[in-house]
């Protein structure tokens, strides 16, 4: 899915924002997305069915991974990217709520054997593309855009245009999700990893309160930095700081009510479970700090100094968690995981200051802001 979507979820919204009063450079941009993802599909499933057909332990599973591939597709059609430069998001939640019935539905009708579990990802991904197409039908109509074949150097420009933002949520990726790949490689003990993937999957959960709240002020950012910084310092002033207090007292909150978290969603108390999300709850926190800084490079596309950042702190994440993990099992996961959003930090932080001086001024809390 992150080379399908080819970082358009950070590109394409920042374009729309800037550009949503001009319906022709909307369909121009909208063009030049949907015929890019079309190509990225094809090659996709080239390089999906490839791989499946030469390795025998993947072709016995072909039907499993064939179905899933729809969720793909599903994904790719996805035109949140364009409601979310337009902010209109209301629109994009209200198409979408029906279709995530249907699809609840319907797994409840075909879902009735273990064998069934089959149809899982053919339902999601099937009701999914459904969704994605009636989203794009209505927004064609609604925002009188225009579809039009791109040309071959459109396509070149396109693919050597993103291929650091991939690269970017690749590295994300890692550092997300990486975590527990890595203890059970190190601990090879399912009860131990197990523990540690109930408090990090609370915590993976409270953190889309910071993925929706990015994809909120993103499109503004992306229109306001247009003039200069003085606007986008007096929003972060007036947005930003009541929601990093916000996020202060919910991980506080979650620290202090870990045993009751852990009880209310397995039914138990686990001390490591609790210990491991009492640690991992500074993270929503310093994940909170890091949208400012990660905002200002991508709303001025600084897209070079983003990708270098996340992934040379995802290359340090690797050795850093297998040597902690290896030393205190999931404390030391956790504790890699705390580390690796002060790296973030320091990265972001450092680029800005020494690469990107004219956009320090936005990271300096205390400075008064006229205009």
Not at 164 to 171: A, M
Not at 234 to 251: D, E, M, V, W, Y
């Amino acid at each position: 899915m992150i080379f399908s979507d080819y970082g358009y979820n950070i590109s394409a919204p920042r374009e729309i924002a800037i550009n949503k009063e001009s319906s022709s450079v909307l369909s121009e941009i909208f063009s030049r997305v949907y015929c890019t993802k079309l190509v990225l599909i094809i090659a996709s499933a080239i390089i999906f069915t490839t791989i499946i057909l030469f390795t025998n332990s993947y072709y016995k599973h072909y039907r499993l991974f064939l179905y899933s591939f729809s969720l793909v597709i599903g994904h790719s059609l996805n035109p949140v990217w364009l409601f979310q430069g337009l902010e209109q998001l209301k629109y994009y939640s209200a198409i979408l709520v029906p279709f995530r019935l249907i699809s609840a539905i319907l797994l409840i009708f075909f879902i009735n054997e273990p064998s069934d579990y089959l149809l899982v990802n053919l339902v999601n991904g099937t009701i999914n593309s459904m969704a994605g197409i009636f989203c794009i039908l209505w927004a064609i109509k609604k925002y009188n855009l225009k579809f039009h074949l791109i040309t071959l150097m459109q396509l070149v420009q396109e693919i050597k245009t993103g291929a650091l933002l991939v690269l970017s949520n690749l590295s994300l990726t890692v550092l997300n999700f990486g975590n527990v790949l890595i203890l059970n490689m190190i601990v090879k003990n399912e009860y131990v990893v197990g523990q540690f993937s109930v408090a990090e999957k609370i915590i993976q959960l409270t953190k889309q309160v910071l993925v929706a709240y990015s994809q909120v002020i993103y499109p503004q950012l992306s229109s306001m930095s247009m003039y200069g910084t003085i606007n986008l310092a007096a929003f972060f002033k007036k947005i930003h700081r009541p929601f990093l207090i916000t996020i202060f007292f919910g991980s506080l909150l979650i620290c202090l009510g870990a045993p009751f978290i852990v009880l209310f969603i397995t039914g138990e108390i686990s001390e490591n479970t609790v210990l491991y999300l009492r640690l991992l709850s500074l993270t929503p926190l310093l994940s909170a700090i890091n949208i400012k800084p990660s905002q200002i490079l991508t709303v001025f596309d600084l897209k070079r100094s983003y990708f270098n950042v996340l992934f040379w702190v995802a290359v340090l994440s690797i050795p850093i968690n297998i040597f902690f993990a290896s030393i205190l099992n999931g404390i030391g996961t956790s504790i890699s995981m705390i580390l690796n959003e002060v790296f973030v930090f320091i990265g972001f932080y450092m680029v800005i200051k020494y690469h990107h001086p004219q956009y320090f001024i936005l990271l300096q809390p205390n400075r008064n802001y006229n205009g």
